[in-house]
């Protein structure tokens, strides 16, 4: 191929064309854990209620819940993912091998948001939340019913790999996916380049800008203990129990088992085999979905 404007122009339509082939291929699971934000700028600042909102009988005037007074703020962070085209490869009429790598950064391009939201589960043990709390924490402030303050715990201590219960009935999933900009292709394929002069090389790239971070804490449970039974009904029946300030029920019901490859066999022994070693039925077959991230280890 003659190296001109047109061809080179020519060339990067092609290029772009197959990296939206990798892009749309991509059946991505993160939307269905974490809630998408559109974001404007470089962060957002997330007021957000004390608690789950909730619908009261109408008695005298309304009554007006308070906004949390600390700041949850997250700042997006920007991605880039880059391919190298040698001018010689162009010269040459071997451009054409490059297309599927081409249509990999598309693939890998739909994959970062996977690769981001699932491992805030895991930085969720030690990263706080928007009540200041770590996100899994034995602390988590929240008023009984005379308003006194006490402690909730949505998360059980351990060495082992985590694993999660989570409720994601609720219109807030437990993440928040912050959006700023979804992924771009962008090319470098100017013969004037900088690259193609110093280097003989035309660069074509992605890159995009978002970030993760909590909402809710009561719509998830966290754990570093074994995954056995005792430690599945313990983690269940407190995310059941989770009430809002002054002891209503914010009603939370586990629906999915989320866990790392490491924790796959453990997940399916709780709540995919129908009896137990003995040949007594499992009590907990079906109560909740397993899920297996490989993300999560």
Known sequence: ?????????????????NFQLGLAAVTSSWARFAT?????????????????PGMRKWIGERQLKNVSTGEYRLVNEDWEDTIKVTRNAIEDDRYGIYSPLMTMLGDAAARQPD??????????????????????DTDHPVLDADGSATSVSN????GGPGWYLLDLTKAVKPIIFQN????????????????????????YGADSRNTSGFAFWQTAFGSKAALDAPNFKAAFDAMSLFKKDYGAPLAITPNVLLVGPTNRSAGETIVKKANLAGGESNLDYGRVELVVAPWLG
């Not at 404007?40 to 608690?51: R, V």
């Not at 998360?155 to 351990?158: D, L, N, R």
């Not at 992924?183 to 690259?195: H, L």
């Open 1 to 17: 191929m003659i190296i001109n404007s047109p061809n080179l122009r020519m060339l990067t339509t092609g290029y772009r064309a």
């Open 36 to 52: 998408e934000v559109p974001s404007t700028t470089s962060d957002e600042l997330y007021p957000f209620l004390n608690q789950i």
């Open 115 to 136: 690769e981001l939201v699932f491992p805030t589960f895991a930085r969720g043990f030690n990263t706080n939340c928007f009540d200041g709390q770590f996100f899994f």
């Open 155 to 158: 998360m059980q201590a351990g």
């Open 180 to 203: 700023r900009r979804k992924p771009v292709f962008a090319a470098m394929d100017n013969p004037d380049d900088e690259s193609v002069f110093m280097r003989k090389e035309f660069v």
